[in-house]
């Protein structure tokens, strides 16, 4: 799909969820940064019930060093890979402090040398804390990029490309928060809603669902 064609498929986006965002709850970039380490094989919801609790307790770099490894654990035990994850945040806050004086930093590199912390997550830091136009491809916008065809490819480095090449600049902004919350509730892997779907007559997806 080439730009030009994308346009009203992000229009329509656009009209259903005008002001879309991420469903975790953060009040600030490192409420994020650890919300989405843990978001990681979780749903947003399991990541939301722990967070609460956990960033009432501990929700600067420097509080969660002091919370420790032990209550931090019991903070997330709820979420898969529990045990990794605790250890990937605690290092991540030490380095913050060491490297940035405890704040999240605002740059791709810096962000990808944190432990725990890969491009996809940098790209979520860059778009939903700091306004970046970045797209971060996670399984629901690799499913929706490639079952539309918006942005097809075999990898997800493929589909990041494609689509910030087919994404037009004003939407690039929202673009990650749209695609995700359709492939979320629209566009679902098993079997996707399209009687309710805004894009339906501009996807290429050969086995549409019937209206009923």
């Known amino acids: 799909m080439n730009a030009s064609r994308a346009y009203p498929l992000y229009e329509r986006l656009r009209q259903a969820r005008p002001k879309p965002t991420t469903e975790l709850r953060y009040l600030s970039p490192f409420e994020l940064l650890v919300a989405v380490m843990l978001s990681a094989q979780s749903t947003d919801k399991k990541v939301n019930e722990a967070t609460g609790p956990l960033f009432r307790a501990a ?3 420097r509080a969660m060093l002091a919370l420790g490894e032990a209550q931090l ?3 997330i035990k709820t ?3 529990y045990n990794l994850k605790a250890a990937n945040i605690l290092k991540t806050c030490a380095l913050l402090l060491e490297r940035h004086d405890g704040v ?3 740059d791709r590199d810096a962000l990808e040398r944190l432990p ?22 996670d399984t629901h916008i690799f499913r929706v990029a490639n079952r539309t065809g918006l942005a097809p490819g075999e990898t997800v ?3 990041e490309a494609g689509l910030l090449a087919v994404t037009p600049d004003e939407f690039k902004r929202d673009a990650h928060h749209w695609l995700i919350l359709h492939g979320r ?4 892997a098993r079997k996707p809603r399209c009687p309710a779907c805004p894009i339906r007559d501009l996807c290429a997806y050969p086995d549409k669902s019937e209206p009923i």
């Open 59 to 61: 929700n600067t770099p």
């Open 79 to 81: 979420i898969g890979l």
């Open 185 to 188: 509730y629209i566009c679902t």
């Open 157 to 159: 480095q493929q589909v």
């Open 73 to 75: 654990k019991g903070h």
């Open 104 to 106: 999240v930093p605002d």
């Open 116 to 137: 725990g912390v890969g491009r996809k997550t940098a790209n979520v830091i860059l778009n939903t804390a700091f306004g970046h136009p970045t797209i971060a491809v």
